[in-house]
């Protein structure tokens, strides 16, 4: 609607003249209630009239009652009507009324209430005298009726003499009735302004009778001018009918903005139910929603609130006769549909009109805008097109497609002028519909809600169109046709007449009976009108018919046989005469029956755009008129030129450079880079390197192109322009562009079809079709392909734009303004409901920056946390994917036969808030798919991988997936069903889990639920059998082996039958109701599916659906989809699920450590054997690690439910959980192991105990002697002589005592013993060198590594002779090669790992143990298997001389270790150490001093100084463990992936080759050492003014004091009555689980301890415990000097624990040694994402004897073999490596050919790769310039790997 027809939606309807009452009485008796009666064979005349009689007495008596009972005025009331009027208006109804008479005066009632106001001056009882009045004259006049028909025309008659209209003289109309009929059209003047004669003489005839008109006629609305509301004169009509009124009362809001399309189609809990409306301001909802649906029953809509009223009036009111009045509060249908219009901007008017064209409703071409004025719906029709079969096409089998605004064809239109006496709109259904097939084009009576009063649609004129099938058996018609239908009485709608009498190739008037003023406007009809046909439907023609009639005849205005009348026929006998007359005008005959004379150029017809150009003419507004579309449609027609200049296929080479052969040969080399099909013979980085030049060199080609004038004109309007202008633009766009589309393609195919059928005529002739034939053919299927030019187009040259601007570095202004808005626009239009291009489906590509960028934009709109639930169609081509999807949600993807859908399109539908919570979505991205198994691909050779990347990419994508089968048991149907079955396996594999289901078009049986049981069960079958099959070719038939093994299917749920779509036999079919039902069935099941699925797991947002799709793309594009699949969500995903698990591992170990502690502490303070307490701990244990495991369990079953991502990475849930278990397992051993230790440990030293107690005794003896002696004699000693006594006594009694039991062992003789053991075949060999003492003085000695020792490995090649260039490689490269070199350099790596063990072990605090050696030499045996080089192997000599070098380093340090445990566990030197002690408590004893601060010194000292170091030294290790993984730089000491890039970093500031070497070739013991110093360099951090050891312990030891304090006031409170020894032990009891108290000085600290006062004893302990605290402060701090030793005297060594957690399972890839990802330790494979260059471990090719530069995941994925010592030297596939053993079948290695060796080890293999030639005595690979890459850029290439920021590990 343009600006000004936008206003007068909201003013009062154009009111009805004062002879506007009758204008409902055609159907117009359809729809007010008239009844048309059909006679049937069995029913006689009288019975037939008797029937109609009563009817017409019921009707009547209904409304006159609900006339005068509401106060309504009768019909026949007017403004200003005088006494005569009314007796004139009596005769009129005698004379119009015979036969007729109730039909009449129903259609008056009818009309009443269309009538708007009544005359002040006139009471009710006026109005209801003169309802009386024309009843008494109805009544009189009933038996009138006589047949006129006879005699009329003898001399003329003819066999179809009973059509035609015999007429006689009759008595003339009233001269009230002719005031009454006066002014049909328009006034003088404004006839003079539209340049209608003919009406203006009518007018001016009618007008000079004498009898001034006392009505005032009613000034039609003008373009420009239209009256307001207040200015509508309230005395020219007979009841208000306010539009205004009308639309607020269906809940329009009439001052806010027009119905938009995204109003419609979003998505709410209404649209779901889609329940029976029970208010007005439901009915417009409702219509659309079904409407939408293509619902074919959405007309009908009375609505569940009239229903109860009308139930609660018949149980108030028994009166029978009120049932027939129509509800006050129902609608007509036409008054819906017109609303709608009114109140609907242009684009939702648009797709309304397309949607009521597929549901063959009639559509509204002038729409009554309220006031008397109405609207070309020009622009609603635009998107209008219809496929049909000419006669003309039909041997060819050819047919005809068109927009119907530009198609020519005859336009028949069809008027009411007064009353009508039969359904004129149920007539020209059954003229234009089957038998068979019957349909409702128009709406009338006998439709639900058919017959209610008309309230704003009178003077609605309906378009509808008959199109052939090109079936001489089903066609009516042979051409095409449109029909014209007027709502309402002609002679109110003067424009509307105007309009159809100048536009129509015939002009059908139905009339009742004639009278002078029709006469007159049938008269005007003359020179505008070429074929006028008057059709009287009285059943009994007035005498003054017949004159009228006779004087048209007379005058020329029509002929005898244009006359038709209904007479004694029925309905279907009358629709066939008018069929007969409209199909010899179509088909523009020679005069037939009828000798009807046509005008050529009327009877071909007129386009709507041609229509539109008269409406104009006359008055009538065009919608395409506003400023917005005509503005529009000029910039669009700017560009559409060069198209109809160029043509499609030079318009694309031209103006769409950027879609050119550039942009196919990027897309391809991009697959050639994944797929490496045409690599030959270059090795793999060769041919990727080569692939990337050419890339480079297209990319820049690209980059030098310009944006074309009619690409910046196009984008300039895009992005100028917003809102509605931006919209008509693109519409503008699109019906230029699918026209010349249709025209291209059309002219080809006839002529490809033309050229074809030649072909087959010389095939027929046994010869072969001619070269040029062949080659035209093929040109001919090359144009075709490149003649398809559409929006999409445009939209995708603009994303490729925007992909070359992106990459370019220097743009200018112009370039940044694209760049900038382009993305911004292509949001906008893609939130106004345009779908936006996911694949080209030319080139079978993503334009990955461009969707990218879009998304963000969307995103940026609808919030970042907006989740989006998608949805995607899969199945063959043209088997309605697109149907199902529109049809769903009313979406408008590309349905036309012309151009299929290529590629992939994504449209978002908004889901209302009302419904967002429950869903837990915001939006619906829906996908429509290109279809598989398509024709045109057939005869390409990867078609099938073509359809299996398309299924597995939308597979990929979608929460649901519907997969389209329109045949059950087609071949189709089966590779479809392969293919999806595919995709579906390899989603199960990465995690993403979609739902399916099976949509089986065209099954329409009602059985076929139960009948397909059969159907389903076999389909189910079919199912398993191919994912068996499928599994087979993913490698994964060992997980998969049915088809419930992939998804959760439910055969019945699953599975559904959808009817066919057209019920009938197009073109004249309509949408069948079953069809759009069954969607609507389907669509509700989705959303309940969407509604119980969301607790599961999240959908995506748009980011995260952007990278899932970056990544799904990306893998899709490798034969071997499963291996290679990588995502970053994934890895992210991953790698917080790593996170978690390694918080609740420490988090596990934590408290295990802590339990075990506890263990061993209560344990060492038991007072007995603690065998009892050990059993108590053990079953303590049990509930405490079941606990705890439970708690990590639930923690991560926790994860799994609450993370966003958690389905991605569901796959590992199995592990993560059996990893817990297996640590809990771990843990549970340990703890077990360590109480047994505890036990022994105790019953150790209770036996050392025992021996020191016993000695103690003794001294005690001695010294309680020698006081007693000091004291008999009574000589006073000083101290001096006390301790010259005291030590007399000391010496001679330890002269008395011996060394505890423990005999010392001899370590060298039980070395010997374990090394004959371990090599007992080499017995002599070994005695022999042991017998050589230089053995046992190896200290400073390096072990050397002698030809003796190893043995040159005989290769496939050295069987041969060697070539000249080998010899020359080996004479040049004889220093580079020396395997001596590689053999010292792996024996002192290995030494370096037997010496850590042997120091572990030292660092025990343990006496030597027998089993010591066993476990070293077996740990030298396994490093002497694994030891793998591809030059040699060491012998046995190497074993022996080896194994006894490290075992004669460790009995050095066995030895001291032996030495140190047995002085720390001497019963006699430990009572040495106690000889000061009992010296102060002997010289106190004499002295007689209180000994009380000496004693609570003593304890303080020697007892809970050491426990409190111990304990400080046991928590220590756990603390730097928690405080490390918290706060290390950059997380390196928490995630694996973390570690690794701390540890590259640290490489890479290093910079030396054999820190490099050392770590690919010893990665584990390379990692734990570098760990271990980092961290020491941590803990020597100063943390304020300490080291972060010292901050650490002194926190700990902070705690533990204050434990202490605490205890000692808790005893002190209770040393009432007791002893120090019992003190002593109420302090192990309450901090026995904290602190092991040794006992060793207890004898010193109670000797003599009767007379000691116990409550200072306790106050002593407190306060010497605050020196014991000062002492340790000290003593801690001191360990800042050395914090490396002091870490490894640690009981719990933190880098140990720690790297127990980065390591994950330590496994190594078989080919570049790189580490398992995997951070648990229980996994079913190992993988790691990036694997390293296999040259840098040595392999090397076998003929040029170069370095490989290829990674893992490349040759895995390509073609090369590869031998070593596991394939006995023979070549083995890269490709089957799983095949070769456990070792290389626990790996899974992904095959992706674009997973690049992180750019960090290709700078490295760059640099160092002569030294790595070097070592490995080869030839260095091919220098790679590329790989020659500064800092910068591998700084970032690991930031984007590993998703960290390198500055943070500084």
């Not at 009287?536 to 004159?547: M, P, R, Y």
């Not at 490729?800 to 992106?806: D, K, N, S, V």
């Not at 054997?1169 to 049990?1182: F, G, Q, Y």
Request: hydrophobic content about 35%.
């Amino acid at each position: 609607m343009n600006k000004d027809t936008e206003g007068e939606s909201n003013k009062i309807c154009g009111t009805m003249r004062e002879t506007g009452c009758n204008e409902n009485t055609e159907e117009d008796k359809d729809s007010d209630g008239a009844q048309t009666e059909t006679f049937d064979s069995n029913e006689t005349r009288k019975d037939a009239e008797d029937k109609e009689e009563q009817s017409e007495k019921n009707m009547n008596n209904g409304n006159e009652r609900e006339d005068f009972k509401e106060g309504k005025p009768s019909c026949n009331t007017t403004a200003s009507v005088n006494a005569e009027n009314k007796g004139m208006d009596g005769n009129k109804e005698n004379i119009e009324g015979q036969g007729n008479d109730q039909l009449e005066l129903e259609d008056k009632v009818s009309d009443a209430t269309q009538a708007e106001t009544v005359n002040s001056n006139e009471t009710k009882e006026d109005s209801e005298d003169k309802i009386k009045q024309s009843e008494m004259n109805n009544w009189d006049n009933r038996n009138r009726s006589e047949n006129v028909i006879e005699d009329a025309f003898s001399k003329e008659s003819t066999d179809l003499e009973s059509d035609v209209v015999s007429i006689k003289g009759e008595e003339n109309l009233s001269e009230s009735q002719k005031d009454v009929k006066s002014d049909p059209f328009l006034r003088e003047s404004e006839l003079k302004e539209c340049s209608c004669k003919p009406l203006a003489d009518n007018l001016s005839n009618l007008g000079s009778r004498g009898e001034k008109s006392t009505v005032e006629v009613e000034t039609p609305a003008q373009t420009d001018t239209s009256p307001p509301l207040s200015s509508i004169s309230a005395k020219r009509c007979t009841e208000p009918v306010c539009v205004q009124d009308f639309l607020m009362e269906l809940g329009f809001k009439t001052e806010s903005a027009k119905l938009s399309l995204s109003d419609v189609l979003n998505v709410s809990a209404e649209t779901l139910q889609n329940k029976v409306p029970s208010s007005p301001q439901d009915i417009p909802a409702y219509f659309l929603w079904n409407l939408m649906m293509f619902n074919s029953k959405s007309r009908n809509f009375k609505y569940s609130l009239a229903q109860k009223e009308s139930g609660k009036q018949e149980t108030e009111d028994l009166d029978l006769l009120g049932l027939d009045e129509p509800p006050a509060d129902s609608y007509h249908p036409l008054d819906i549909i017109t609303a709608i219009f009114l109140n609907a901007n242009a684009f939702l008017q648009q797709e309304v009109m397309l949607k009521m064209s597929l549901c063959q409703f009639a559509l509204p071409l002038l729409l009554p805008d309220g006031n008397k004025g109405c609207t070309f719906l020009l622009w609603a029709m635009r998107s209008i097109v219809k496929k049909w079969r000419p006669f003309s096409l039909r041997e060819s089998k050819g047919f005809k497609e068109t927009n119907m605004v530009i198609e020519c064809m005859p336009t028949f239109s069809f008027i009411r002028l007064g009353p009508c006496s039969i359904s004129k709109s149920k007539i020209l259904n059954e003229i234009i519909s089957n038998s068979e097939q019957q349909h409702n084009f128009f709406v009338h009576s006998n439709m639900e809600c058919g017959n209610l009063p008309r309230k704003i649609s009178n003077g609605l004129v309906e378009l509808c169109w008959y199109l052939p099938s090109g079936s001489e058996d089903l066609d009516l018609f042979r051409e095409p046709m449109a029909i014209l239908n007027l709502r309402g009485d002609g002679t109110a709608f003067d424009r509307q007449v105007q309009f159809m009498a100048k536009t129509s190739s015939a002009l059908f008037v139905f009339i009742n009976n004639l009278d002078s003023e029709i006469s007159g406007i049938l008269n005007s009809f003359v020179e505008t009108v070429t074929n006028l046909f008057i059709i009287v439907s009285s059943k009994d023609i007035t005498e003054e018919t017949k004159s009228h009639i006779k004087a048209l005849i007379s005058s020329s205005a029509v002929k005898r046989n244009q006359i038709l009348t209904v007479g004694r026929k029925n309905d279907a006998e009358f629709a066939q005469l008018l069929r007969s007359t409209l199909k010899e005008i179509v088909e523009n005959s020679s005069p037939g029956a009828f000798g009807l004379s046509t005008v050529q150029s009327q009877t071909n017809g007129k386009r709507l755009e041609e229509m539109a150009a008269i409406a104009r003419e006359i008055g009538v507004k065009v919608d395409e008129d506003d400023e917005q579309s005509s503005e529009s449609q000029r910039k669009s027609k700017e560009i559409l030129h060069s198209i109809g200049t160029k043509g499609i296929e030079n318009f694309k080479k031209m103006r769409m450079t950027f879609q050119d052969d550039t942009w196919q040969k990027l897309s391809k080399l991009e697959k050639e880079s994944c797929r490496l099909k045409k690599r030959g013979q270059m090795s793999v980085n060769e041919y990727l390197n080569k692939l990337d030049e050419n890339r480079s060199e297209l990319r820049n080609e690209r980059r030098k192109k310009s944006v074309t004038a009619d690409m910046k004109a196009f984008i300039t309007a895009l992005t100028d322009k917003s809102g509605d202008e931006r919209k008509h633009f693109l519409h503008w766009m699109k019906f230029g562009l699918d026209f010349s589309s249709r025209e291209t393609l059309s002219a080809l195919r006839e002529a490809y079809k033309v050229l074809y059928e030649k072909s087959q005529e010389e095939s027929a002739d046994q010869k072969k079709p001619t070269t040029a034939t062949l080659k035209q053919l093929k040109e001919l299927d090359r144009e075709i392909s490149a003649s398809s030019l559409g929006l999409e187009h445009f939209m995708r040259e603009i994303g490729l734009i925007y992909e070359a601007l992106i990459d370019q570095k220097n743009r200018n202004e112009e370039e940044e303004c694209i760049v900038q808005q382009l993305p911004s626009t292509a949001a906008d239009l893609m939130l106004d409901g345009f779908p936006l291009e996911l694949i080209d489906g030319d080139v079978s590509n993503i334009p990955l920056q461009w969707v990218t960028a879009v998304l963000k934009e969307v995103e940026h709109r609808i919030g970042r946390k907006t989740r989006v639930f998608v949805l995607t169609v899969l199945g063959v081509q043209s088997t309605g994917k697109s149907t199902l999807l529109n049809t769903m949600f009313g979406l408008q993807f590309a349905v036309s036969s012309g151009r299929c859908t290529r590629g992939a399109f994504m449209q978002l539908i908004k889901i209302t808030e009302d419904l967002q919570k429950e869903v837990d979505c915001g939006y619906i991205m829906v996908i429509d798919t290109e279809g598989l198994k398509a024709p045109e691909l057939s005869n390409i050779d990867d078609s099938y991988e073509h359809d299996n990347e398309l299924a597995t990419l939308v597979i990929g994508l979608s929460d649901v997936t519907l997969v389209n089968m329109a045949m059950e048991n087609s071949t189709e149907m089966k590779d479809v069903l392969q293919i999806a079955v595919h995709a579906f396996i390899r989603m199960k594999d990465v995690g993403k889990r979609p739902v399916c289901y099976f949509v089986h078009q065209n099954v329409s049986d009602v059985s076929a639920h139960d009948q397909n049981m059969r159907g389903r069960k076999h389909l189910l079958e079919q199912l398993d059998t191919m994912t068996r099959a499928a599994a087979k070719m993913e490698k994964q038939d060992w997980r998969f082996t049915k088809f419930s093994d992939v998804l959760d299917y439910d055969a019945k749920k699953n599975n559904w039958n959808i009817p066919g779509l057209w019920h009938g036999n197009p073109p004249m079919a309509a949408v069948s109701t079953g069809y759009s039902q069954k969607v609507f069935e389907l669509k509700r099941m989705l959303f309940k599916c969407l509604t119980s699925h969301q607790n599961k797991h999240k959908y995506s947002t748009i980011s995260e659906f952007t990278e899932w799709t970056k990544s799904l793309w990306k893998a899709v594009k490798y034969e071997n989809f499963i291996f290679s699949f990588r995502n970053s969500l994934v890895a992210e995903a991953y790698k917080e699920l790593s996170i978690k698990y390694t918080d609740l591992e420490w988090e596990l170990r934590k408290e295990i450590h802590c339990f075990v502690e506890t263990v061993e502490n209560r344990i060492y303070n038991a007072k007995d054997d603690p065998e009892n307490v050990a059993l108590s701990l053990k079953r303590e244990r049990v509930s405490f690690l079941e606990e705890k495991k439970q708690k990590a369990l639930q923690e991560l079953e926790d994860y799994f439910a609450t993370s966003n991502n958690a389905n991605l990475v569901e796959k590992y849930r199995s592990d993560f959980f059996s990893s817990i278990d297996s640590v809990v397992k771990e843990r549970a051993m340990y703890a077990d192991m360590k109480s047994d230790e505890a036990v022994q440990r105790w019953r150790d030293m209770q036996k050392l105990d025992d021996i020191k107690a016993s000695y103690q005794n003794r001294i005690e003896k001695q010294v309680n002697e020698l006081l007693q002696k000091c004291r008999q004699e009574k000589r006073g000693m000083d101290n001096a002589k006390l301790w010259e006594e005291f030590q007399a006594m000391w010496e001679v009694t330890l002269a008395t005592l011996k060394h505890g039991p423990r005999k010392k062992i001899n370590i060298v003789s039980d070395m010997e013993t374990s090394l004959i053991q371990n090599m007992p075949a080499h017995n002599q060999a070994i005695n022999e060198k042991l017998a050589q003492k230089s053995y046992f003085q190896v200290e400073m000695q390096v072990f050397q590594v002698t030809k003796n020792h190893i043995v040159r490995k005989p290769g496939n090649d050295d069987t041969k002779q060697p070539t000249r260039f080998q010899k020359l490689v080996r004479y040049f490269h004889q220093e580079k090669s020396n395997d001596m070199n590689r053999a010292e350099e792996w024996a002192n790596w290995c030494l370096q790992e037997c010496e850590e063990f042997v120091e572990k072990l030292a660092h025990r605090n343990q006496d030597y143990d027998p089993t010591y050696f066993r476990e070293l030499l077996k740990i030298v045996n396994q490093k002497i298997q694994e030891h793998s080089d591809n030059e040699f192997t060491f012998n046995e000599n190497f074993k022996v001389d080896y194994s006894l070098y490290i075992c004669s380093l460790a009995t050095v340090r066995f030895e001291e270790m032996q030495d140190s445990f047995r002085k720390k566990t001497d019963p006699l030197e430990l009572l040495k150490h106690e000889k000061e002690n009992y010296y102060k408590s002997f010289k106190n004893i004499y002295h007689e001093k209180d000994q009380t601060k000496q004693r609570a010194e003593l304890f303080c000292k020697s007892c809970m100084e050491p426990a409190l170091l111990n304990a400080v030294n046991k928590k220590l290790g756990p603390e730097i463990v928690e405080y490390l993984r918290y706060h290390g730089k950059g997380g390196k000491f928490k995630f694996r992936k973390n570690f690794q890039v701390a540890l590259m970093l640290h490489l890479k500031e290093e910079n030396k080759f054999e820190n490099y070497h050392r770590y690919i070739k010893r990665t584990i013991p390379y990692e734990q050492k570098w760990l271990s110093k980092q961290v020491t360099k941590c803990c020597a951090t100063i943390d304020g003014e300490k080291p972060l050891l010292c901050s650490l312990a002194l926190n700990i030891l902070k705690r533990f004091i204050s434990l202490i304090k605490e205890t000692i006031k808790h005893i002190t409170s209770q040393t009432n009555e007791t002893t120090v020894p019992n003190v002593i032990w109420m302090f192990k009891e309450k901090l026995g689980s904290d602190f092991q108290i040794p006992g060793g000085q207890l004898a010193a600290i109670t000797l003599g301890a009767s007379n000691i006062n116990l409550g200072h004893f306790t106050q002593e302990i407190a306060s010497f415990i605050c020196e014991v605290e000062d002492r340790l402060v000290q003593h801690i701090n001191g360990w800042g000097s050395d914090i490396e030793t002091k870490i490894k005297t640690l009981p719990m060594d933190p880098s140990s624990e720690l790297y127990t957690m980065l390591s994950g399972c330590g496994a190594s890839c078989p080919f570049c040694g790189v580490l398992c990802d995997c951070t648990n330790p229980t996994h079913s494979e190992h993988s790691a994402e990036y694997h390293r260059s296999q040259g840098l471990t040595g392999y090397h090719f076998s003929t040029s004897r170069k370095l490989v530069a290829e990674n893992c995941t490349t040759l895995v994925a390509s073609d090369t073999k590869f031998r070593n010592e596991d394939t006995k030297k023979e070549f083995w596939p890269y490709k089957d490596y799983r095949n070769l053993g456990v070792k290389y079948s626990c790996w899974n290695i992904t095959a992706d050919t674009t997973i690049e060796t992180a750019a960090f080890w290709k700078w490295v293999f760059y640099k160092y790769n002569e030294q790595f030639a070097q070592k490995y005595t080869v030839i260095p690979a091919n220098p790679i310039a590329s790989w020659n890459l500064s800092w910068d850029k591998i700084k970032e290439d690991i930031e984007n790997i590993y998703n960290i920021k390198a500055d943070e590990f500084y």
